[in-house]
């Protein structure tokens, strides 16, 4: 929703932004919690709920011209939909803190050196196929293996270290990942070759 129509629907007395954007957030992403990798692929201005949904994002490929921003702070708002943790989470207090109270764009080579938030910087005419060829290299790899990290590295978002171990241990993601034809596939050609190679 854009601030336009949010201040239409506060003015009117209607369900307010917060309502409708919960429980998984902008674009139903900028919340959600999902074992499959989401990769975003940013040119042109990324404000609001759109840097929200990018920093819930795996894997972030921008273009060298893409802004990032999350101006609430001047639009008598905040950043509800998770962006205040995520960012807290990834660049830590300071930088968090810089980004989120002085509610000013940051361009796409400081998402990516300064706040650690985006992996790839490149020409904006090359964003969309370098997303593409890093969801290929995922795709390359075994898919219970990839939920499984994934469901850990969530884990690691939300409890201390010990926990997100333990959680992702007893996981029936991992237990499936043990038990299931993709280890097989991936797991012993791979020892078998090893085993040749070591005669």
């Known amino acids: ?83 205040i943790p995520r960012l807290a989470h990834i660049a830590g207090h300071q930088l968090a803190s810089e980004m989120l109270l002085l509610g000013n764009p940051i361009s796409a080579k400081d998402a990516y050196s300064r706040f650690g938030f985006v992996n790839r910087v490149v020409p904006a005419s090359d964003v969309v196929s370098t997303a593409v060829d890093l969801a290929k290299d995922i795709c390359a790899n075994s898919p219970d293996s990839v939920q499984t990290t994934k469901l850990g590295l969530l884990f690691a978002q939300k409890y201390d270290h010990d926990r997100a171990y333990r959680e992702t241990v007893w996981a029936p993601e991992t237990t499936r990942l043990y038990h299931g034809e993709n280890i097989k596939v991936h797991l012993f050609p791979s020892l078998v070759r090893s085993a040749q190679k070591s005669y």
């Open 1 to 83: 929703m854009d601030l336009i129509a949010w201040n239409k629907d506060q003015q009117s007395g209607q369900k307010n932004e917060q309502t409708r954007v919960m429980p998984h957030g902008f674009g139903s992403l900028s919340r959600r919690e999902i074992t499959k990798p989401i990769i975003a692929a940013v040119n042109g201005g990324a404000y609001g709920g759109g840097t929200e949904i990018v920093l819930n994002c795996d894997l972030v490929v921008a273009g060298e011209d893409a802004k990032f921003g999350l101006p609430e702070v001047k639009r008598g708002v905040y950043a509800g939909a998770g962006g």
